[in-house]
Structure formats: structure tokens, C-alpha cells
């Protein structure tokens, strides 16, 4: 098994970019997700495949993942943005949660 | 529409047993794999176990193997995770997840549902 390691908290000024980043080894050779959870509610996939977006997300989120880090940009944060994101990444028989980043937009 | 509903959830004693059900409505059940994830109270997420559309292939995370086991039913469109021995680190929400691509095993989540509580006293 392998781990994902993301910082606990980020805090960004509405209008601002934030970046959220996820590391671990060799991590850019394997497919992340990225998971948006407000609180009380159940998760929602926004990134998938490293860069792509499932359909209804904002252009503002992007994703990308290169040698160790992977990491969801969200441009122009809106205050409707502030959640718990979790990145993910599998390999053949197991998937793997980062510990989480709490946004807060402020 | 994709709709998954869990139930099954309660209060159960450590060392007990306890049967978790996901309803699966809007989609062909059997071409798609299906997981458990739960996330503990306050906690983040932490996959637990994956069948495949076929129910071939289970696959569970080290922390809850031997003691827990997925399956499903393709005629009631149904998924289930059957807990035994269970431990007081297992209390957390369990969400039931739909693979993203069909016919594979991805394990990426497009739909969620909304969480079953399970609380372990010890």
C-alpha cells in the first residue's frame, strides 16, 4: 500500500487561487481524484484521471499530478467552496484517501 | 437517475455483528463495481472494500480483513457489507460508492450515497 499526505488546512481570500496539494512516492505515475465534502453532506468526485472534470463541475477547478505531488487548483474561490477536499489515488486492488485539506475561504 | 441508499446502520456491541445494505436504483447494477468507504467521526475517509460488477472479485483494506466481507445481488440491485467482529475503531459513517467506468474496476467514485452510522461500544 502506499500513502497520500495533504496539509490539514488552507485558507484563501474569496476571489484568490487555491492550491491543494497531495504527496506521495512516486505518485505522478498513478490516476488521483479529488473529492469535495461540505459539511454533513456525502462526498462529490471533482476531479478525476489526474485533470479531468466530471460533468457540472467548474472550469475553476483544475487538477494536475507530476512526480510526487498532485494538486487541485480552484481559481477565483467562492465562499460556497470552502469544504474538506480529500485526494485519491488506487492502485490494481486498493484505493487510498489522503488524510484531507479543510478550505476555508475567508 | 443514479441513486444509492444505505441502511442497516445502529448501535452495536463490540465484538458483534452487523449487516450493511446499499438500494441501487438508475443504472445497470451489474457492470459496475461497487465500494464501501466510511469515514469516522470527525475523521476523513478511508476505503474499505471493492466488488466487482460480476461479484468475481472482492478485494478489502488490511484493517478489516477477515472480519469484514462485500457482496452484492444483481437481481434486487443490491450491495451489502457484512461486519463481524467488529471493534470500537469501526465506529464512522459508511458510504456505499459506484465505480466511475463501466465494466472496470477504477475504484473512482462519481456517486455516493448518503452514509449509514455504525457505533461500536465497547
Known amino acids: 500500500s502506499f500513502d497520500l499526505i495533504q496539509p490539514p488546512s488552507l485558507s484563501v481570500s474569496p476571489g484568490q487561487t487555491a492550491s491543494v496539494t497531495c504527496s506521495g512516492d512516486?505518485?505522478?505515475?498513478?490516476?488521483v481524484s479529488w473529492y469535495q465534502q461540505r459539511p454533513g453532506r456525502s462526498p462529490v468526485l471533482v476531479i478525476y484521471?489526474?485533470?479531468k472534470r466530471p460533468s457540472g463541475i467548474p472550469e475553476r477547478f483544475a487538477g494536475s499530478n507530476s512526480g510526487n505531488t498532485a494538486t487541485l487548483t480552484i481559481s477565483e474561490t467562492q465562499a460556497v467552496d470552502e469544504a474538506d477536499f480529500y485526494c485519491?489515488?488506487?492502485?490494481?486492488?486498493?484505493?487510498?484517501f489522503g488524510g484531507g485539506t479543510r478550505l476555508t475561504v475567508l | 437517475e443514479v441513486q444509492l441508499v444505505e441502511s442497516g446502520g445502529g448501535l452495536v456491541q463490540a465484538g458483534g455483528s452487523l449487516r450493511l445494505s446499499c438500494a441501487a436504483t438508475?443504472?445497470?447494477?451489474?457492470?459496475?463495481?461497487m465500494s464501501w468507504v466510511r469515514q469516522a467521526p470527525g475523521k476523513g475517509l478511508e476505503w474499505v472494500a471493492v466488488?466487482?460488477?460480476?461479484?468475481?472479485?472482492?478485494y478489502s483494506a488490511d484493517s478489516v480483513k477477515g472480519r469484514f466481507s462485500i457482496s452484492r445481488d444483481h437481481s434486487k440491485q443490491m450491495l451489502f457489507l457484512q461486519m463481524d467482529r467488529l471493534r470500537a475503531e469501526d465506529t464512522a459513517t459508511y458510504f456505499c460508492?459506484?465505480?466511475?467506468?463501466?465494466?472496470?474496476?477504477?475504484?473512482?467514485?462519481?456517486?455516493w450515497g448518503q452514509g449509514a452510522l455504525v457505533i461500536v461500544s465497547s
Open positions: 460508492a459506484m465505480d466511475m467506468w463501466f465494466g472496470a474496476l477504477s475504484l473512482t467514485f462519481d456517486y
Open positions: 438508475g443504472f445497470s447494477f451489474s457492470t459496475y463495481a
Open positions: 466488488i466487482s460488477g460480476s461479484g468475481h472479485e472482492t
Open positions: 512516486k505518485l505522478g505515475s498513478k490516476l
Open positions: 484521471n489526474d485533470d
Open positions: 485519491q489515488a488506487w492502485d490494481t486492488t486498493t484505493a487510498v
